[in-house]
């Protein structure tokens, strides 16, 4: 079992930079992949990003190209740098963890997700 803690979430306004961190409870193995997603209230959720974690390839949805970025931090943290926040980006954001190297299937595990506000 991994549990995993997100935290950095807030109320921005438009154009506002947010931070989000997720912790592992342990080192994320290698063949392992870190996503980040997020549900706006009334949608479905929506993958925003995800990382591999041995060949640290990364995907990120059209929708954030060029205004986030996931990083790791260290063993057990992951990053998800949010700037140019727009309204739309408005949503709780869930981090997630998944053995293997397809960083597009299910994830296994899930934290309790962090409230992203961007309003004026």
């Known amino acids: 079992q991994v549990q995993l803690v997100e935290s950095g979430g807030g109320s921005v306004q438009p154009g506002g930079s947010l931070r989000l961190s997720c912790v592992a409870s342990?080192?994320?193995?290698?063949?392992?992949?870190v996503g980040w997603f997020r549900q706006a209230l009334g949608k479905e959720r929506e993958r925003v990003a995800h990382i591999y974690i041995a060949g640290g390839s990364i995907y990120y949805a059209d929708s954030v190209k060029g205004r986030f970025t996931i990083s790791q931090w260290n063993a057990n943290t992951m990053y998800l740098q949010m700037n140019s926040l727009k309204p739309e980006d408005t949503a709780m954001y869930y981090c997630a963890y998944k053995l293997g190297a397809d960083c597009t299937g299910d994830y296994q595990f899930w934290g309790q997700g962090t409230q992203v506000t961007v309003s004026s």
């Open positions: 342990r080192s994320y193995y290698v063949r392992s992949c």
